[in-house]
C-alpha cells in the first residue's frame, strides 16, 4: 500500500489557469480543417469557426491560446493576413509541408476565435523575418482605441473596438528557425523588438515573452538574460515579463522518434522518463533565472510542450499528425503534475498542439471529430486551474525494465480550489500494477470524495471508427475512514479525486 501524504495547511502558491494553455500554428491541419473551415463549409460552424471543436475546447475549459507559430511566426507578415479574403495574399507555407497559404484566417479570426472560446489571447511576433515597425504596428492595429493608421486600418476592416493582447511572444526560436541567431545577438534585437510593444491600455499592459532556450540550452538562458539585464535596471520587469522554455518527448531521439501507437513495455518507461525530464529543465533554467530575478517576477513560459512521434503512416511528413494513446496522456499527466509543483515559476504552459498535430486534444476528418486520451487529462485537470498548491507527497517504488529508464511507480500534484475542493491528480505509470492508496490528510476530516478515471490498455487510442475506446469514467471506489480515504489505482491509469 502506497500513503499519499497531503497537508493542506501548507498552501504553496496559485496555478496560473494558463499552465492548461495550448497552441495552434499554421502547421498541417491545425488551423485550417481542424478549427477553421469557412463560413460557406458544410461542416456546421460560426463565423468559419467549428462548432464541435468549438464545444469540445470549451468544455475542457481552455484558458489561452498562442497563435501563429511557432516556427511559422517568424515568416509571418500580419498585413497579409487582413481585409477581404479575395485580395489576401497567398504565400509558400515553406516551414510544414510547402503548402499554399492562402491568409483566409488572420488576425480577425484569430481574435473572434477567442472569443467563442473565452480564452485570453497569445500572438507570436516576427522578430526572424520581420521589422520593427511591422510589430509595433501589428500592436497598434490590434490594441489602440484612438485614432492613429493602424486603428483606422482595422476600423476599415471592420472591427471598431481594439482587441486586448493578453501575450505577446517577441519572435520563436530564435536559435533555429527564428532566425539561427546567437543569444547576444537575440537578445539585442528583443531589447529593441519589445521597447516598440507599446501598452496603449495602461489597464492592460500585455505581458512581453523573450524567446528562451531549446531544451537544456543553459547557455542561451544565461547570455539571455545577461545580456537584456546589462545597463538596463530599473527597467527591466518592464522589459520582460516572461522567458520561454521548448521541450519535446522522442523516445527515440530527434532523429528516430518512434512510433505514436506500437510501442513495448521498455519504450513506455522511456518515453515517461523523458516526460519526467522537464523538472530538471524546470529546476536548472529556474536557477539561472534566480540569479537575476530572484523574486521570480519573470514566469517561465513552457510554450511549446508535449510528445512528438513519428507522423501516422501515409500522411504529409510536414503536417506533424499523429495518433494519440493512454501513453499521451500519462505524458501530460506527469507534465501537468510538474508545472502545478513549480507554479512558483512557471506561469503558462501551452501543449503542442491543439488539433491535428504533434500531441493533440482533438483530432479531425472531414465532418467527424474525436477527443484523444490528452483531451481527458485536460478536462480532469481543469479543476487546478487559478486554485492553490498545497503540499504533497507519495511514498512510492520505482517501476521500469531498464536501469536508466526507472521511473517512480506514482505521481501526483494536489491543490485547493476557492470552495474548498481538494484536487488530487494521480497517475500510475507502471505497466503491470495497480497500487493500493492510503491518503492522508493532516487534519481534514473527510466529508464527501468523488473521483474520475481514465484507464484502458497502453497502446489504446480513439480513432474515428472508434472513438470512444478511451474516455474518462467516473470512478466512487473509496473506502472512507476520518482523515483518510483508500482505493486502488489501476496500472497505467490517471486519476483525479476531489475531497472535501
Ligand atoms: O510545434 C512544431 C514546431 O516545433 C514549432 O513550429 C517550433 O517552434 C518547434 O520547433
Not at 430 to 447: G, H, N, P, Q, R
Request: proline share 3%; hydrophobic share 35%; aromatic share 10%.
Amino acid at each position: 500500500m502506497a500513503k499519499l501524504i497531503i497537508n493542506e495547511k501548507k498552501e504553496l502558491g496559485v496555478i496560473q489557469k494558463e499552465i492548461y494553455g495550448h497552441f495552434a500554428e499554421h502547421l498541417g491541419r491545425c488551423i485550417y480543417e481542424g478549427i477553421y473551415v469557412g463560413e460557406d463549409s458544410d461542416i456546421p460552424n460560426t463565423n468559419g469557426m467549428r462548432n464541435d471543436v468549438v464545444t469540445a475546447l470549451k468544455e475542457m475549459e481552455i484558458p489561452v491560446l498562442r497563435w501563429p507559430g511557432g516556427c511559422f511566426a517568424d515568416e509571418y507578415h500580419w498585413k497579409d493576413g487582413i481585409g477581404p479574403k479575395e485580395n489576401r495574399k497567398k504565400m509558400i507555407n515553406t516551414h510544414w509541408g510547402g503548402v499554399v497559404e492562402d491568409n483566409s484566417f488572420g488576425t480577425h479570426e484569430f481574435m473572434e476565435l477567442c472569443e467563442q472560446l473565452g480564452c485570453k489571447t497569445y500572438i507570436n511576433g516576427n522578430l526572424g523575418s520581420g521589422t520593427v515597425s511591422e510589430m509595433s504596428e501589428w500592436i497598434e492595429y490590434l490594441t489602440f482605441e484612438g485614432v492613429s493608421p493602424m486603428a483606422d486600418l482595422r476600423k476599415k476592416n471592420g472591427h471598431e473596438k481594439a482587441w486586448k493582447v493578453d501575450f505577446f511572444g517577441v519572435g520563436n526560436e530564435n536559435w533555429g528557425c527564428g532566425g539561427n541567431m546567437t543569444p547576444e545577438h537575440y537578445a539585442n534585437e528583443y531589447r529593441r523588438y519589445q521597447t516598440y510593444v507599446r501598452n496603449y491600455d495602461a489597464e492592460n499592459p500585455i505581458y512581453k515573452i523573450c524567446g528562451g532556450p531549446n531544451v537544456d540550452d543553459y547557455s542561451w538562458t544565461k547570455a539571455v538574460l545577461e545580456t537584456t539585464h546589462r545597463n538596463s535596471l530599473p527597467a527591466f520587469h518592464g522589459m520582460m515579463d516572461g522567458l520561454s522554455v521548448h521541450y519535446y518527448v522522442h523516445p527515440e531521439g530527434w532523429e528516430l522518434k518512434g512510433s505514436a501507437t506500437e510501442f513495448d513495455d521498455a519504450v513506455w518507461y522511456k518515453t515517461l522518463k523523458k516526460a519526467i525530464y522537464i523538472e530538471t529543465l524546470i529546476q536548472r533554467h529556474g536557477a539561472i533565472m534566480d540569479q537575476y530575478d530572484p523574486d521570480k517576477k519573470i514566469g517561465m513560459i513552457m510554450d511549446e510542450w508535449g510528445c512528438w512521434f513519428n507522423v501516422e503512416p501515409g500522411t504529409n511528413p510536414g503536417f506533424l499528425y499523429q495518433q494519440n494513446t493512454m501513453r499521451d496522456a500519462l505524458v501530460a499527466g506527469i507534465s501537468l503534475n510538474i508545472f502545478n509543483k513549480h507554479c512558483d515559476r512557471v506561469k503558462m504552459a501551452n501543449i503542442a498542439q491543439m488539433i491535428n498535430v504533434l500531441q493533440a486534444v482533438i483530432l479531425t476528418e472531414g465532418e467527424k471529430m474525436v477527443l484523444t486520451p490528452t483531451y481527458y487529462i485536460f478536462q480532469m485537470y481543469k479543476n487546478h486551474q487559478n486554485a492553490i498548491l498545497l503540499e504533497s507527497h507519495v511514498n512510492t517504488d520505482e517501476v521500469g525494465v531498464e536501469e536508466e529508464y526507472m521511473v517512480p511507480k506514482l505521481h501526483e500534484s494536489v491543490s485547493k480550489d476557492k470552495d474548498g475542493w481538494i484536487t488530487v491528480t494521480l497517475s500510475n505509470l507502471s505497466t503491470e500494477d495497480a497500487e493500493e492508496m492510503d491518503m492522508i490528510f493532516s487534519d481534514l476530516l473527510v466529508k464527501e470524495v468523488k473521483g474520475e478515471i481514465l484507464s484502458a490498455k497502453m497502446q489504446s487510442y480513439n480513432s474515428f471508427d472508434a472513438p470512444e475506446t478511451v474516455k474518462k469514467e467516473n470512478f466512487d471506489q473509496f473506502t472512507v475512514k476520518d482523515n483518510r480515504v483508500l482505493f486502488t489505482i489501476p496500472a497505467h491509469s490517471v486519476m483525479q479525486i476531489r475531497v472535501k
